[in-house]
Structures are given as structure tokens and as C-alpha cells.
């Protein structure tokens, strides 16, 4: 016959709880410590992709794709540049647009209302560009590469057509010579003995 001894139960040792503390190590840090906050890096230039184009070479093993982007920048106080990149990815594409067009900016000398100081014809290959002054409140009369190079160079009252060719690299080289042309009042006077 077996004997049913009552089963006592051990009461539970309180285990010692102590508060954890979590130590700094490299990937932790303690709880007080923030992070500083990341200083907003200031542009220099604004920046605006004009036109992005996917060319294709054929070669022995199939098609090779690359892409071309067209860039400009501007500070809005009458400085401006432009180039085309090209890399096998677009973002590639536009980071080297961005870093020849930095290596390669031009001045245009603004007058009064942010305006041009006379009619101007820039060209560039089959391509006219005409820029006029335009009256204080009128705003950029002109197509997407026309306005871009004058909206990022400051300009905020000019009527524009473009002639000819209608690729956008030559509407935005022909816009740049045609800015290139403008001389201020100061420099006509000089020019003419006065």
C-alpha cells in the first residue's frame, strides 16, 4: 500500500529584481543620450531635370541601353549652369549632369524687375532662341527649357519663342548664348566713348 503524503509546495523564493540598466556600448547608447540633430545642409544651387532619354546601341550580344539626363541649376541671383550626363541608371545620369553643370556656370546681369536690359536672338545649330524685357508682373512667357534656364538664373519677366530645332539641349545652348549677348547700360555707354 502506498502512502499519499500531502504535497507541500515550496513557496517561491522571491527572485531580487533589480532594474536593468542598459549599457552604453556601440550600438546602444544610454537613454538620455540623444542623437544630434543633422543640420540641414543649405543649396547652393536649385536644381531641375529638363528632359531624361533612354538611347539604345546595338551590339553583338543584343541591345545596350544607356540613359542621358539634361540638368539645370541655378542660384536665382543671376547665376546658372547646364550640362548633360550619361550612365547606365537615370540617378547616375543626373548626378554627373549635376556635376558638370556646377563645374560649368555663367552669370546673366539682371535689370531692375528681374528682367533682361534688350531684345536678344541667341542660336545654336538650327535653333533661335528670341528673349525680350517684359514689364514688371508679366512673368516668364516661355516653353519647359526656356523657362527653366531663366526661372533657375532669377529671371521673372520675359516673353520668349524659340525657332528652329526643338531638341532641348539646343533650346537651352541657344538660350545661353542669347543671355551671354545681353550687356547692361553701363557697358553700351563704355562701348560708345561715353
Known sequence: ??????????????????????????????????????????KEYEERTVAINRVTKV???????RFTALVVIGNGKGKYGFDLGKAGEVPDAIKKALEGAKRNTATVKLVGKQTIAHE????????????????????????????????LAGLKNVYSKVYGSRAPINIIRATHAGLQQIKTYEEIQALRGK
Open 59 to 65: 551590339v553583338k550580344g543584343g541591345k545596350h541601353m
Open 1 to 42: 500500500m502506498v502512502e499519499n503524503k500531502p504535497i507541500v509546495e515550496q513557496a517561491a523564493k522571491p527572485t531580487e529584481t533589480r532594474p536593468q540598466q542598459r549599457r552604453p556600448g556601440p550600438d546602444r547608447r544610454p537613454h538620455n543620450d540623444r542623437r544630434p540633430r543633422r543640420e540641414t545642409e543649405v
Open 120 to 151: 536678344v536672338i541667341g542660336q545654336y545649330g538650327a535653333c533661335r532662341v528670341f528673349l525680350k524685357p517684359a514689364p514688371d508682373g508679366t512673368g516668364i512667357i516661355a516653353g519647359g527649357p526656356v523657362r527653366a534656364i531663366l526661372e
